[in-house]
């Protein structure tokens, strides 16, 4: 990164008397801040009414944080279309899978497929453009709000019926073909015309996985052409700006890899305490780091959406800055813990962390929610950390640039396949890749999650922890690729149409053919030298060799030349134990780093975290001179080393 790192906040002028603006963007900037989000809920303020626009408060509220010095990303409001909206076309109401309305008085009300919200959607796009596109304070944008928050992605609407029906019509042809490619003939499920399909909702027994498959690549398809016409009117109106979307957290129901490529920045939004709480950690994780968050659940995220744009621009377009409001518990985060979230966005390359949000709003629904300041207008303990965190950003300067070590590879339609048919409870594509992806941060490694499409060279290691549709492109980067890797279960099971192949899995990945695959209970096992095959086991046979071995005889994990294929599923310890040996194989450097430490290399600089609810000492193999701490690191501590 050529240019430091910007704070910014999330910040609605609509929600607070027009008097307190002003004072509110000096605040801004005395913190440290620069950028500021505005506008992304605002539709019934700017359009009180169809046709009506009421832009003189936006002026102002523009106006005044652009004269304080900041620079603005300016929302689409169409997360939130209006009431009067909603009446005038209530067939643009999303339907829920049990086939009711998803109504008004929330947001995110809409169904992407509804033809009418689209026209709807670029009419107060290109208002917003028109208005405000070469306007010098507004320097970027923001599409929607997260899109597929609150369950929105798959809507069971009559728009989305007819928009399926034709997005079948277009990629198969003939109807014959789709009944072959999804085996329609089991029970009878074929078809005489593509008029004929229904949405794969209220079914007696689960829907053909085929059919499912294709109505969750059709509902993100929706997504991204819904992204695309605002991308279009915005390129088109307001040139020169970024544009941004925030993604959220442990979210897949649409290809992020796909609208990434019409963006020029992948936001996300950082919640680490409310997603331990939300997500399957353990008990155990859900307790130790109850007030820091998982130490991989913001780092994962970062390194996911590096690898979403075609230039690896991201930011954290909403921070946490203490309790959140919806997650079963919401404690505060230890004291420090703002900072070193911002710092580690930081250190992954991030060029914006925005905190969300500036004041916590006394009304509607997110009462509970922090702010960096409190409703009184006090500071909140968030205030402080993000200023000194703006003093460390501009003390260490722009970084370097950032290291190539170890690839990760994720899909998006691997996850629909092992949410489509998961055979053992729980198994999940995402979460293999979330264990992998922690058991190579505990080694101090530095990580970037790419799709499988991506180049691979110049990495040391590839990891593929569960991809079920294996792309061509991925096949030929490995051909030639001669780092170690790592291949997981299920990798190369199923064809694009969501059938065996023919030739077995894992195909052209691995030597081999998988004769037989089971899932375990809890409780049966396989276990090895510090270690045990658990969930999932896949019968190989190889002429490879075995490397893995359970105490029974059962083949764990496989060995052919420069690959290693995993036939159980990546728990943390199999994880470690199989991943530890390819790097340390691949020649990375490897630490072993107290618990709760974490690492991140940009350029000259290692960053040190420390997620432990205990002070922890860093190793001595990491050295160098400490720009910020030192080597003994409290809770909540970060060190910065040059080295
Ligand atoms: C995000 C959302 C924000 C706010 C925030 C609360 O999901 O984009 O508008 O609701 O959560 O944590």
């Known amino acids: 990164m050529l240019t430091p790192m910007r704070l910014g906040v999330c910040y609605y002028p609509e929600h607070w008397p027009e008097s307190m603006w002003a004072d509110d963007a000096r605040r ?48 689409t409001p169409t997360a939130t279309p209006p009431k009067w909206l909603v009446d005038a076309m209530p067939d643009m109401i999303a339907t829920d899978i049990d086939g009711k309305p998803r109504g008004f008085g929330s947001r995110r009300h809409y169904c992407f ?14 208002a917003m453009a028109q208005r405000y596109g070469n306007h010098p304070g507004v320097t970027a944008w923001q599409t929607d709000n997260e899109y597929g928050c609150h369950d929105t992605v798959l809507s069971y609407s009559a728009a989305a019926l007819t928009g399926f029906r034709e997005w079948l019509a277009a990629r198969y042809d003939d109807i014959a073909a789709l009944n072959r490619a999804w085996g329609n003939v ?57 544009i941004f979307h925030n993604f ?38 859900k307790l130790a780091y109850a007030r820091q968050g998982h130490p991989d659940i913001a780092a994962f995220h970062h390194d996911l959406y590096r690898g979403c744009t075609a230039g690896g621009r991201w930011a954290v377009l909403e921070q946490q800055p203490g309790p959140v409001n919806w997650a079963p518990y919401n404690p505060a985060p230890l004291p420090g813990m703002v900072r070193l979230w911002t710092m580690e966005a930081m250190a992954h390359g991030a060029e914006l962390v925005s905190y969300f949000r500036w004041r916590q709003a006394p009304f509607a629904q997110e009462q509970h929610h922090a702010g960096l300041l409190r409703p009184d207008d006090e500071a909140a303990p968030g205030l402080a950390e993000a200023a000194q965190a703006a003093k460390d950003i501009a003390m260490i300067g722009p970084l370097g640039p950032p290291p190539k070590s170890a690839a990760l590879i994720f899909a998006y339609d691997a996850e629909w396949v092992t949410k489509i048919q998961p055979q053992g409870a729980g198994l999940s594509a995402l979460w293999a890749a979330f ?84 899932s375990l209970r809890p409780g049966l096992q396989h276990a090895g030298d510090g270690w045990a095959a658990a969930h999932w086991l896949e019968h190989m046979e190889s002429s490879a060799d075995g490397e893995l071995v359970a ?14 294929y995993l036939a159980a599923w990546p728990t943390p310890d199999i994880a470690s134990t199989l991943l530890h040996t390819a790097a340390a194989e691949a020649g990375l450097l490897l630490h072993r780093l107290p618990e709760g430490i974490r ?33 003994a690191i409290e809770p909540a501590g970060i060190a910065v080393i040059k080295i």
């Open 28 to 75: 801004m900037v005395a913190t440290g801040l620069s950028r500021v989000r505005i506008g992304e809920f605002a539709w019934s303020r700017i359009e009180p009414e169809p046709g009506r626009f009421d832009w003189d408060w936006l002026d102002r509220a523009i106006a005044k944080l652009h004269g304080a010095g900041l620079s603005i990303i300016l929302g």
């Open 113 to 126: 497929s509804h033809p009418g919200y689209r026209v709807e959607s670029a009419r107060i796009t290109r």
């Open 551 to 564: 105490g029974d005889g059962t083949v764990v994990s496989w060995r052919s030349g420069n690959r290693r």
């Open 186 to 242: 089991f029970w009878s499920m074929e078809y005489r015309s593509f008029d004929e399909i229904d949405l794969p909702n209220l079914t007696v027994t689960v829907a053909n996985p085929a059919h499912h498959l294709a109505f969750r690549r059709f509902a993100s398809d929706a997504v991204a052409a819904f992204n695309r016409a605002q991308v279009d009117i915005l390129r088109a109106l307001s040139p020169g700006r970024d």
């Open 435 to 518: 264990d992998c992806y922690s058991a190579l941060r505990q080694m101090g490694l530095d990580i970037d999650i790419l799709p499988p499409t991506a180049a691979i060279d110049g990495y040391a290691l590839c990891v593929i922890p569960c991809l079920p549709i294996v792309p061509d492109a991925l096949l030929e980067n490995l051909s030639h690729f001669t780092g170690q890797v790592v291949i997981g279960p299920r990798s190369g099971s199923r064809t694009g149409d969501f059938a065996i192949p023919g030739e077995l899995p894992p195909g052209a990945l691995f030597p081999g053919k998988v004769t037989r695959v089971e």
């Open 248 to 285: 959220m957290g442990f979210f897949t129901e649409f290809d992020h890899h796909a609208v990434g490529s019409d963006i020029d920045v992948a936001g996300w939004d950082s919640y680490p305490l409310g997603f331990l709480e939300s997500f399957g950690f353990s008990e155990a994780d």
């Open 599 to 631: 690492l991140r290399r940009a350029g000259p600089y290692i960053f040190a975290f420390n997620y432990s609810a205990r002070p922890q000492i860093l190793p001595g193999d990491i050295d160098g001179d400490f720009i910020i701490g030192a080597r």
